[in-house]
């Protein structure tokens, strides 16, 4: 059974700054990394790396975010950075192995204006 257990939301305000954590309990993946769903809205890809260390960022979040992994932690970051309050959502880390998704219990991150 795939654990991820996710940290570090919390309520900023615009330009401010977050960074958010997620644990593994695998270490084997075909891709890792963060979505988000806002409210009434589609859960949608944030920013991930596959197990070659390629990443991919939504183009809402590029040059803001920037994820990173610390291989010996076993933890996927999520550092956000100028959040603005259309970045409001709650955050899933997300990893996919073996051909199957696998779902933190998701942060909420809020960002008032």
């Known amino acids: 059974q795939v654990q991820l257990v996710e940290s570090g939301g919390g309520l900023v305000q615009a330009g401010g700054s977050l960074r958010l954590s997620c644990v593994a309990s695998?270490?084997?993946?075909?891709?890792w990394g963060w979505y988000r769903q806002a409210p009434g809205k589609q859960r949608e890809s944030v920013a991930t790396?596959?197990?070659?260390?390629?990443?991919n960022y939504a183009d809402s979040v590029k040059g803001r975010f920037t994820i990173s992994r610390d291989n010996g932690k076993n933890t996927v970051y999520l550092q956000m950075n100028s959040l603005q309050p259309e970045d409001t959502a709650v955050y899933y880390c997300?990893?996919?192995?073996?051909?199957?998704?696998?779902w933190g219990q998701g942060t909420q991150v809020t960002v008032s204006s």
């Open positions: 790396f596959n197990r070659i260390g390629v990443t």
């Open positions: 695998v270490t084997n993946f075909e891709s």
């Open positions: 997300y990893i996919r192995r073996y051909g199957s998704n696998f």
